[in-house]
């Protein structure tokens, strides 16, 4: 079974243990409202942060904590009536029968010039939701001033004191075990969010001051934590080794910029759903996406699947070598195979498929046959046009602004649709318009299957599909600097796949300098053909049908093409296929669906159930038809 050995306190910690004899303030931020790992000598134990700082600093023979915070003032901590009188007497405290004190800054920097000066204890002030004493702490009100230049001046002047007990008093029992005789100060400590949200001169004009980020718990971390959780998990008293190991690695692995209280979130969840240590994944990835049911198990998922190439091939024409590799792709998917090569890929999006090649040829089309297989409904993938994002400050709408910004409160486009939708099929067409420096952001995307937005919220793609469609490959840039043609019509399906992808290649290696976005794509990348002529009366057949429904839907009428006006279409609509389907269809909305309407508009149709387009006729660029 995998083992984790950790030092006995998180590394913040130790540090700030370490360096208590040398520096009067610490400021504490980053992932301060978390649970962390302690061993003191038994079992390893979880504690929050105020805790995990008692539980340090109570060996070294510190007697209590003053607490303040905006909300509740001053309290002492350990809530211990015995802490609560000698804080009282000490530190002169008032405390009402719930144990706090109304406290403004300045009675708290009363406090704070007590504490640090006392011979008689070991205390600590520590300053609670620090981040909160100022609306806007590079510009603080004058009060706030006042309190931070005094609080600077108080780090300068304090000193490291042996404690003399109280006169008449025995020594403390926790003073007595630790090392007695080591000068130590009587801290400050800040607990906040971010830095920032103290003055900047504050933090950096002090040499007593002590910055410390703790971070998120790494992976040693996080599996010795899914040790201590691993007893509350249903089934763990009856798991075999081999069981017990495959759930601390993948609880581990599966949690990898998570928090110990997120970990703790899901063995919640875990017992909520009935899931047992066998099912750690499944917690896992409920607690990311908020759902307990997961679509990507059920059985008829998997019977849409094994008749998914036909039905692909009735709505994508002539794509059959692009349409198997799309299958094989979402096959699988479903069966959780995506990235099994690595050591860790399960938080990895479902599938990434790159959409290739001519335009018009059923890149989009085939996303959308994607989506109704999968979900029921092609109108449930989410699309973004790229072209929209060919500016670098446009990022923001689809991540969300950074803080002080227009449209922070908002969040991003594609963060708020992934919070709201996790199952979908997500389109990104036409990705090479998109700028370079927001090209970026889908390597964490393609790499950790996650994305935090501006407002430092994370949202998962685990449990979607990732597709980019893409024109690169069939205009490339020649020697002289124009664009020319790389593929076209008529060639090969193999040399239009080779080519494509070696220009796909070098537009990532070398014309972005971004070898690492090609390398998170790795093998999806799928190849479109040109539409050939067979191909295009087919797409041209299936249109003409289109449009007959239409007319019966509005009109009643039945519509029909005689064999004269079919071969004209044909031979007006595939005259050239460079733009594939999408050509086709704008040629025949100038050659039969514009006279088509004219004629329905201009013609009494009283009476009659059916309408024979006889003839289609051109003349000075403008179509007409004749209808029997």
Known sequence: M?????????KWLADLDRLLAIRSHFVLSGNIRDTFLIDLGGAPTLAPVMRALWLRLEQRGYAFF???DRVDGISVYPKAAAAQREASSLLGLKLKEDGTMAASLDALYE?????VSLKEARVAVVVDFASRISANAQHPSADEQRFFVGCEKLSLNAAPVIPRPQAGAAAEPALAAADSRTPLFNPVIWLVNREQDLPSWFLLDSERLSTHVIPRPDYQTRLAAAEVFAPLMAGHETADADARAQYLRIFADNTDGMTLSSMGDVVQLAAQGAMGITDIDDAIRCYKVG???????KDYLKDRIRGAMSEIEDRVKGQTQAATKTVDILMRSVTGLTGAQARSGSGRPRGILFFAGPTGVGKTELAKTLTK????DERAYIRF?????????????LLGAPPGYVGYDAGGELTNAMREKPFSVVLFDEIEKAHPRLLDKFIQILEDGRLTDGRGETVYFSESIIIFTSNLGIYVEGPDGRRVQNVRPGDSYDTVERNVREAISNHFRYTLGRPEILNRIGENIVVFNFIVPEVGVKILDAMVRNIARRVEEEHGLKLELSDVARAKLVDGCLADLSLGGRGIGNQLETALINPLARAL??????????IVVADISERDKVYTVTLA
């Open 2 to 10: 995998a083992e984790a050995t950790l030092p006995t306190l998180p």
């Open 66 to 68: 003053a607490v303040w």
């Open 111 to 115: 406090v704070m010039k007590r504490a």
């Open 291 to 297: 759902a307990l049911d997961n679509p990507w198990k």
């Open 373 to 376: 297989i999968i979900f029921g």
């Open 385 to 397: 046009d790229m072209s929209e994002f060919a500016e670098e400050h446009n990022s923001a709408r």
């Open 601 to 610: 508009f201009m013609t009494d149709l009283k009476g009659r159930e059916r």
